[in-house]
């Protein structure tokens, strides 16, 4: 049995036990307050006995639930407001409109019992919040609040007790006050619980923390979209970005990356959905190996001469730079296509044209993991081929 689940039986058995103590000193005395304060605790019975429920069926996933049964806490919480209303509306009713003779020798033993029960519902509420708050669980707290609000309905019926002994007309005024305040108890779980159902955004402080998370990763130039919702305890997260890297199997790590964290941060996350798109870049810069007089395609990619580097607007395929370079690894004798390849990065390339299929090799594997697309022109002039860049062939 989950701790959520024990935390609601203990609260059931307790309602129960105020339920039989009030009903018995209420009879006794002939207090119709305190009697009324009985029904009020009968409400808490419900009230508790739904948490339960809700906590328990709030775990299942099914075929026809895979996302769980999360909102059911949300909707035991709803039913709980409705609750603490009709609690409110109780102790006006029968506190204000019904009057019975007090029997004065029971009023000690129903002030006693009273006050009683106050230590209990308020330690225990106390307990039943903590509880609440520390798993998580909007149905322990709206029921922590729901038994707090015994608390005060006692304390009218404590001042009614008195005022009984010495002759006071005071119940009216305590009660609309106890009154006042159990409706606005009830106002805030009925709103909490509405917002998630309705599935109202995450709190802002939440969402800016997922924001920050997200672009302090190296590998994220932007956040088009963020959203969030509740669902029960649980935090439901939804991003869209904008990864740096092209290589569709480094994007899936970048994004795997951003969840982990996500999940590791910010607690009480259930699921995070990363939809990831590369970066489109204004400029595209290609990398063309030249023969030595510069006119067509190297035979091989690491022992060209030249390089021919041009950056293309991506709009209008105007050039905005272009040159030769001398090819500063043709001469080495070994890993000439490695150290051309991690030069190119250094000249920031997005495309590379290369005769020959640069797969299972070493530049190949520079490249892929940069992200650089790698464009096989088994041969052509070099004229040919900077015409198909400014066209957008490639």
Known sequence: MEQSEKVGFYSLGINVFLVVLKGVLGWLSGSIGLIADAIHSLTDVISSGTVVAGI?????????????LYKVENLVSLVSSILIFLAGYEIIRMVFTRAQRLEQKYIPYAIAGVVCTMGITYF???????????????????????IRTDMFSSLVILVGLVGGIFGWGIDKIAGGIVAIIVFKAGAEIFM??????????????????????????????GIKSLRGRNSGPFKFIEAEIVILARDLEKAHQVSQRIENAIKAEIEHVDRVIIHYEPQQ?????????VNRDRS????????????????????????????FFRNPAANEE????????????????????????????????VFSNAGVDVI???????DEIKNGVQSGVW
């Open 124 to 146: 225990f509420s106390r307990y039943e919040l903590r509880e609440g708050e520390r798993l998580a669980s909007p149905a322990l707290t709206a029921d922590a609040k729901h």
């Open 334 to 365: 070994k890993g000439k296509g490695i150290k051309v390849s991690k030069w190119l990065l250094e000249k920031g390339v997005d495309k590379v044209f290369s005769p020959k299929e640069l797969g299972g090799k070493g530049p190949g594997y």
């Open 56 to 68: 328990k069926l709030s775990r299942r996933k099914s075929k026809n639930f895979p996302y769980g």
């Open 192 to 221: 909490d619980a509405i917002r998630v159902l309705l599935d109202a955004s995450l709190d802002y402080e939440t969402l800016d923390a997922v924001k920050s998370i997200i672009l302090r990763d190296p590998e994220v130039g």
């Open 296 to 323: 067509g395609l190297a035979e091989h990619f690491g022992e060209a001469p030249f390089f021919y580097i041009v950056s293309v607007k991506r709009d209008d395929g105007s050039i905005v730079e272009e040159g």
């Open 376 to 382: 096989i022109v088994a041969q052509g002039k070099l």
């Open 281 to 289: 870049k204004d400029i595209v810069t290609y990398a063309v190996p």
